[in-house]
């Protein structure tokens, strides 16, 4: 079992930058994806990005060319840098790591809040 937990979130302006960051415990080394997801008030949780363990990435269209996910194997760690954020990128951001990068069975952190005003 591994266990997640995120950190970063915060309020923030439109246009700012922000960087979230998720620490797995355990053994995260067993799992060949991790994600960020978000879900907002009333809304679906949705993917943003994964990384797989080939080091290649997927974006949710919604947020390409602006956040950017990538790890630290030595400190278990994921990020996801977050650039001219925009109030619809509000919601309470997950982090997700599973076997696969459909992520039919993940395991998740209990999120970090995100507001962009």
């Known amino acids: 079992q591994v266990q997640l937990v995120e950190s970063g979130g915060a309020s923030v302006q439109a246009g700012e930058s922000l960087t979230l960051s998720c620490s797995a415990s355990?053994?995260?080394?067993?799992?060949?994806?991790m994600g960020w997801f978000r879900q907002a008030p009333g809304s679906e949780r949705e993917g943003v990005a994964s990384?797989?363990?080939?080091?290649?990435?997927d974006y949710a269209d919604s947020v390409k060319g602006r956040f950017t996910i990538s790890q630290d194997n030595a400190k278990n760690t994921l990020y996801l840098q977050m650039n001219s954020l925009k109030p619809e990128d509000t919601a309470m951001y997950y982090c997700?790591?599973?076997?696969?990068?459909?992520?039919?069975?993940?395991?998740w952190g209990q999120g970090t809040q995100v507001t962009v005003s």
């Open positions: 990384l797989s363990i080939d080091d290649s990435t």
């Open positions: 997700a790591i599973d076997h696969w990068c459909t992520f039919p069975r993940p395991n």
């Open positions: 355990g053994s995260p080394m067993v799992y060949t994806c």
